[in-house]
């Protein structure tokens, strides 16, 4: 009869920890945790919702700004998508409203950054020493004045 | 008899030390100490087996997961390419990766870096990630070639930084994709340190690990990552190689495509075109 009772007290012991144990994995442990190996699995979908998209690619412009779209598409920086001198499609639209002005960057610093001559650029890039290629002060706007832009070559 | 028995036992316990302190092998018709407890670990083991086998099972039997609606990772597993002869430095991939991903400032997810080499010497530098282009150089030796090479996550099969995520924090999705889980990374820093190409940051922000993910909420919806969709010299590509036809996966079967750091079996997912053996 002692014997039972020291039988029964030990599974007792055993079976309390047991539920501790898996009472307080579950607790700890995150609900999709392992389905796909070791990581929360739910993380993959939250990650791809992480935000909008930003960027919207030339044909979300071409929609509202189809000359532009049309000049760039012919002219020699039809590889230049509109976003890169201007900014992310997300500054300016909201889905279709308008939600804040597009910057428009007309300093030469803009063109420099692709078409100055420095060390590195592939030979066959076209580039400019500035200060050859300028006369008069390096000012704001002054490539622009000969050069579209959407269009660049003479 | 079992009885005098182990009283003999106890009684020659000096003369017995040979054979150690025995359990009493059977009392009164009981179990012995010894034997319930071998009992008992037995039980323990066994249950915790059928237990741990019972969740493995229920675990993979579950349906396949969605990161995005009508979009299955089963379908996909992405690389990327750059042919550092097409790159010009202007830096427009950085600042679509800022803009696009909200990166802290002085933190970058990809940069660019200029390597000015010569017989005598070599240079590399990267002003702010490129973000702003690159200056003219001065270089203390004569150099006789120079060239661009963007750097990203190489979002490697065999990845160092999620061996060491003590938390599970960072894995590999089926797609290919090396992502932080940011709910559960807890900022101890190991995956910047193992990461032997310099990809990820603690972020001021959140104080946890942050890296590229690929533009991950692009991918899953069609899209280019942000730095590939603005590279105006195709210098950046990403490519999809479950599909035949994909550009990027015909470049990397035929082709000489390189990887960075080979030694280190990392097996990266970012090839390289035309890459100089200065870079690292």
């Known amino acids: 009869m002692e014997h039972a009772r020291h039988v029964f007290r030990a599974a007792l012991v055993l079976a309390v920890a047991t539920a501790v144990v898996f009472l307080g994995r579950s607790l700890l442990v995150p609900r999709s945790y392992g389905d796909y190996g070791p990581y929360r699995a739910d993380n993959v979908a939250e990650q791809a919702r992480v935000r909008a998209p930003r960027h919207g690619g030339p044909a979300s412009c071409a929609g509202c700004h189809a000359k532009q779209a049309e000049v760039r598409a012919a002219g020699s920086h039809k590889t230049v998508s509109c976003e890169v001198c201007h900014a992310p499609l997300a500054v300016h639209v909201d889905g279709t409203a308008v939600k804040g002005k597009m910057p428009v960057d007309r300093s030469f610093t803009l063109c420099a950054r692709c078409h100055r001559r420095i060390a590195g650029r592939p030979e066959k890039f076209k580039q400019v020493v500035l200060e050859q290629h300028v006369q008069g002060p390096l000012e704001s706007g002054a490539c622009l004045e000969c050069h579209d832009p959407h269009s660049p070559k003479l | 008899m079992d009885h005098a028995r182990k009283i003999d036992g106890a009684d020659g316990g000096a003369g017995g030390a040979a054979d150690g302190p025995r359990a009493p092998d059977g009392c009164a018709g009981g179990v012995g100490r010894r034997d319930f407890l071998a009992g008992v670990l037995k039980l323990a083991g066994g249950a915790f087996v059928i237990v741990a086998g019972g969740a493995g099972l229920a675990s993979t039997g579950e349906a396949a997961?969605?990161?995005?609606?009508?979009?299955?990772?089963?379908?996909?597993?992405?690389?990327?390419?750059?042919?550092?002869?097409?790159?010009?430095?202007?830096?427009?991939?950085?600042?679509?990766?800022?803009?696009?991903?909200?990166?802290?400032?002085?933190?970058?997810?990809?940069?660019?870096?200029?390597?000015?080499?010569?017989?005598?010497?070599?240079?590399?530098?990267?002003?702010?990630?490129?973000?702003?282009?690159?200056?003219?150089?001065?270089?203390?030796?004569?150099?006789?070639?120079?060239?661009?090479?963007?750097?990203?996550?190489?979002?490697?099969?065999?990845?160092?930084?999620?061996?060491?995520?003590?938390?599970?924090?960072?894995?590999?999705?089926?797609?290919?994709?090396?992502?932080?889980?940011?709910?559960?990374?807890?900022?101890?820093?190991?995956?910047?340190?193992?990461?032997?190409?310099?990809?990820?940051?603690?972020?001021?922000?959140?104080?946890?690990?942050?890296?590229?993910?690929?533009?991950?909420?692009?991918?899953?919806?069609?899209?280019?990552?942000?730095?590939?969709?603005?590279?105006?010299?195709?210098?950046?590509?990403?490519?999809?190689?479950?599909?035949?036809?994909?550009?990027?996966?015909?470049?990397?079967?035929?082709?000489?495509?390189?990887?960075?750091?080979?030694?280190?079996?990392?097996?990266?997912?970012?090839?390289?075109?035309?890459l100089d053996k200065e870079v690292r």
């Open chain 2, 65 to 274: 997961a969605k990161p995005g609606e009508g979009y299955d990772w089963n379908e996909h597993r992405y690389a990327y390419l750059v042919d550092t002869e097409k790159c010009i430095g202007c830096g427009s991939c950085v600042r679509a990766c800022r803009a696009e991903n909200d990166v802290p400032d002085d933190f970058y997810r990809t940069w660019v870096e200029r390597y000015v080499v010569g017989l005598d010497g070599s240079k590399v530098d990267s002003p702010r990630g490129g973000i702003d282009g690159f200056p003219p150089e001065q270089t203390a030796f004569t150099p006789t070639k120079a060239f661009f090479v963007p750097k990203i996550c190489n979002h490697c099969t065999e990845t160092p930084c999620i061996q060491v995520c003590p938390v599970g924090a960072s894995y590999r999705t089926r797609d290919g994709v090396v992502l932080v889980d940011g709910e559960r990374c807890i900022g101890c820093g190991y995956c910047v340190q193992a990461c032997p190409y310099g990809s990820r940051f603690l972020s001021p922000r959140t104080h946890t690990a942050e890296k590229c993910t690929w533009c991950y909420h692009r991918i899953t919806k069609g899209l280019k990552p942000a730095c590939v969709e603005v590279c105006p010299t195709g210098t950046r590509q990403f490519g999809d190689l479950r599909r035949a036809d994909d550009p990027v996966r015909l470049a990397i079967e035929r082709e000489r495509v390189q990887i960075l750091q080979p030694h280190l079996l990392t097996e990266p997912n970012c090839y390289y075109l035309h």
